[in-house]
């Protein structure tokens, strides 16, 4: 694998990322990795010194420090992996939105379920807001053609959610038993949260099987247990 010239270590000890470095990284990457002309077996040195070189050619960025190819490639490592989970958690708090709640409820409870699953605040949803409507990036709700790979996997971060708020709720209801009323609503919680995770252990089972081999019956499960997610 060719990689573009190493650069010493002091000169990779720059400053902390910008709002607006983000952003011109975003865009160069889109660029460089949907432009027609690369080919797809493009090396990867080929490949980020082309975004190294937009980057540092921007006129937004015009008196910044220019970054190396290996700062530009370590950043967008951590902008993707971040966001794709971010993404994750956005779409699990707009499938609990409550009635009356307004994007900033729905977001503020996305920033609340990252924080509880992953333990680290999401400090990049600025990137987020770049490239939420990429293809790569959309919503991981479920398309209209059936069952797909996206959707197993979407299946899976979710049932693992589950799983871990319900044995928040049986600790929670271990430490409080003799708060009768509350304790009464968080059982029903329970309970829900329960057969949700029974309906998508079925529903786990049914994606893993090869469509082809699916029976109709199966295939109205499918549909009747994803509506009902939804």
């Keep these: 694998m060719e990689h573009p010239p190493q ?71 951590r902008i993707n992996e971040q966001v794709c989970k971010f993404v994750g958690c956005y779409e699990a708090a707009v499938r609990e939105q409550a009635s009356g709640q307004n994007e900033n409820d729905v977001m503020k409870a996305a920033h609340d379920i990252f924080f509880n699953d992953l333990g680290i605040k999401f400090t990049l949803e600025h990137c987020w807001r770049e490239l939420r409507f990429d293809q790569k990036w959309k919503s991981l709700g479920v398309p209209k053609e059936g069952p797909k790979r996206k959707v197993r996997k979407l299946q899976r971060w979710w049932l693992r959610r589950k799983v871990r708020r319900f044995g928040l709720l049986v600790s929670r209801l271990a430490k409080q038993p003799n708060a009768r009323g509350k304790g009464y609503d968080e059982i029903h919680s329970m309970l829900a949260v329960k057969k949700e995770i029974q309906q998508q252990k079925v529903l786990e089972r049914l994606l893993a099987k090869d469509p082809t081999h699916l029976s109709a019956k199966e295939i109205t499960l499918i549909d009747k247990l994803i509506s009902e997610m939804i």
Excluded: H
């Excluded at 010493?8 to 607006?20: A, C, D, E, F, N």
């Excluded at 990284?25 to 082309?50: C, E, H, P, V, Y």
């Excluded at 050619?57 to 190819?69: I, N, T």
């Design 7 to 77: 650069t010493s270590q002091t000169s990779l000890q720059r400053k902390k990322w910008s709002i607006k470095e983000d952003v011109v990284l975003i865009s160069a990457w889109l660029n460089t990795s949907k432009d027609a002309i690369m080919s797809t077996d493009q090396k990867a040195g080929a490949f980020w010194k082309r975004i190294v070189d937009y980057v540092n050619a921007s006129p937004v960025l015009s008196g910044a420090v220019p970054r190396e190819w290996s700062q530009c490639k370590q950043r967008w490592g």
